[in-house]
T-cell receptor, first 116, second 115 residues
């Protein structure tokens, strides 16, 4: 069974502080993603990676950095957290290629971040 | 710019009814895939079904099927014999090769199935 584990599950941060969200997958997948979910916006892509030591910007990368030190681990870093970054953050992984279920996303349980 | 649109923010049905949820998308690619996911009330995201652009046959998986209208760039998820356990938020997502297949999601449709 594919597994994606996020930590922490919830966090309260102060404005201007640094926040690191971690994601670990045991799926042997090449692709990993970070999304944020806000009411009415669905899931929006922040950063993604298709190989270790490389990350790509998604649609809303401003204010976020990403790190992929290994195939299994993908972190999202908020250097200076702001109120507008309060949201639920989802990590996901998927396999490469075009066909079959390999591009199906396997999601973590999400991290609820509140910036005060 | 919004690439995936789900115009129904909410939907409802009665137990046993067929439910149709709509999604439209923008793409200039020939090869792409549309995925449907359901978010449970716990927040968990569950994969339901996907449609590849090159397949003219509507995909089916259990009680889920899609109506793929490629020329209109629209796709509907059809849930047959809906049950209260089907309640949740349904998302469609577009995956394009030019974007490294990174899926983009619609805003979702929150479905309530009444007993």
């Amino acid at each position: 069974e594919a597994a994606v584990t996020q930590s922490p599950r919830s966090k309260v941060a102060v404005t201007g502080g640094k926040v690191t969200l971690s994601c670990h997958q045991t799926n042997n997948h090449d692709y990993m993603y970070w999304y944020r979910q806000d009411t009415g916006h669905g899931l929006r892509l922040i950063h993604y990676s298709y190989v270790a030591d490389s990350t790509e910007k998604g649609d809303i990368p401003d204010g976020y950095k990403a790190s992929r030190p290994s195939q299994e681990n993908f972190s999202l870093i908020l250097e200076l957290a702001s109120l507008s970054q309060t949201a639920v953050y989802f990590c996901a992984s998927s396999g490469p290629g075009l066909g079959g279920s390999q591009n199906t996303l396997y999601f973590g349980a999400g991290t609820r971040l509140s910036v005060l | 710019a919004q690439r995936v649109t789900q115009v129904q923010p909410t939907g409802s049905s009665q137990w046993g009814e067929e439910v149709t949820l709509d999604c439209s998308y923008e793409t200039s690619e020939y090869f792409y895939r549309i995925f449907w996911y359901r978010q449970l009330f716990s927040g968990e995201m569950v994969f339901l079904i996907y449609q590849p652009s090159f397949d003219t046959q509507n995909q089916r998986s259990g009680r889920y099927s899609v109506v793929f209208q490629k020329s209109f760039k629209s796709i509907s998820l059809v849930i047959s014999a809906s049950q209260p356990e089907d309640s949740g938020t349904y998302f469609c997502a577009l995956s394009e090769l030019r974007n490294n297949n990174a899926p983009r999601f619609g805003a979702g449709t929150k479905l309530s199935v009444k007993p």
